[in-house]
């Protein structure tokens, strides 16, 4: 099995990890684990070398941005399919969600739908709106498509399992988009030197942090439960 994360900091609730490739590690379960960086591209190329490395399942897993108001952060999105903004489509293993889902039993809030994946961030609250409307997906990353993708091109079972960092609501601050860089690393002093820009900002990024707080809590609580490591050993994959 193998599990996409864009940020080092998704990824340390999988456990510690085992090198075995500068692009790869290895988790003591069994799974393999490919951090990417932010982006479609970035998380492809990761996906691809899982395969290359004989994942016979793709999980991508991480963080993710509200759409519809219902989902508070927190919440543990475990989408029936993703899509692009142009409209593609791929459908989530529904045998392996529903695993996932079962696993937590009532661990965190659960929800599902449509996750669409956008090249760029989605911070404003009327822009956010605006995607909620026009793709219908209620929730937003930057990486899970580009999964998808290479699981369908290689034949291969895909789950995503997002949590909800920024409720739809609430904007993401441009302070803290400002200051990350593409490997997901924010600097302090990028940060607090938007913020002297930005001071109207504050009040948002002290919600993003409570956010950030409840997010990484709902993806230790999945990490748990080893459902992701259970599919690899529970179905026979082809």
Known sequence: MGVVCALRSEARHLG????????????????????????????AAGAQSLVASGAAGLASFGL???????????????????????GA???????????????LNSRAPIDTGRLVTTRHPVAAVAEKAALFQASGARAVDMESFGVAEVAGSC???????RVIVDAAGEPLPQAVIAATDAAGHTSLWQLLGQLARRPR??????????????????????????????????????
Do not use: K, M
Request: glycine share 8%.
């Open 64 to 86: 993710a941005g509200g759409l519809d108001p219902a989902l508070p952060a927190g919440t543990i999105f475990l989408p029936s399919e993703v899509a692009a903004q142009d």
């Open 201 to 238: 900002e504050l009040r948002s990024l002290v919600r993003l942090a409570h956010g950030y707080h409840r997010a990484n809590r709902s993806l230790a609580a999945v990490a748990r439960t080893g459902a992701l490591a259970l599919f690899a050993t529970a179905a026979e994959l082809p």
């Open 16 to 43: 510690h990890t085992l090198s075995r490739h500068p692009h790869l590690d290895a988790l003591p379960d069994g799974l393999l684990l490919a951090v990417t960086g932010i982006g479609c591209a970035a998380a």
């Open 89 to 103: 489509l791929f459908s989530t293993d529904a045998p392996w969600r529903a695993r996932v889902r079962a696993a």
């Open 155 to 161: 034949g291969v079972p895909f789950i995503a399992v």
